[in-house]
């Protein structure tokens, strides 16, 4: 499967964006479905995650009440949209998918192998 990520982007302090991730090659309808980022000089994190249909969406704390994840499985594609958006939220986003997640294991990067190309989000104060 590729992931193609967009909707990056510069916004200011408490602000919104869109983030998209595209799948193509097969359907991820069944996979669960992630998102991490990446500040400069940081590891990558855990943002929020989807995990099989009927089960409530992952988030970190750092971003609860804020963002929300979101799958379209006819367009075969997952989002994240970001609300009041702050300057630590400043980062490359990666959106991952994966088949064989399993629950307690959806906040980890290793559990996921494939991953978009990331997209840069830039928030100014």
């Known amino acids: 499967v590729q992931l193609q990520a967009s909707g990056g982007g510069l916004v200011q302090a408490g602000g919104s964006l869109r983030l998209s991730c595209a799948a193509s090659g097969r359907t991820v309808s069944r996979d669960t479905v992630a998102w991490f980022r990446q500040a400069p000089g940081k590891e990558r994190n855990f943002v929020a995650a989807?995990?099989?249909?009927?089960?409530?969406?992952v988030y970190a704390e750092s971003v609860k009440g804020r963002f929300t994840i979101s799958r379209d499985n006819v367009k075969n594609t997952m989002y994240l949209q970001m609300n009041n958006l702050r300057p630590e939220d400043t980062a490359v986003y990666y959106c991952?998918?994966?088949?064989?997640?399993?629950?307690?294991?959806?906040?980890?990067?290793?559990?996921?192998?494939?991953w978009g190309q990331g997209t840069q989000v830039t928030v100014s104060s």
């Open positions: 991952a998918v994966d088949s064989s997640v399993i629950r307690s294991t959806l906040t980890s990067q290793a559990a996921y192998r494939n």
């Open positions: 989807l995990f099989r249909t009927g089960y409530s969406p």
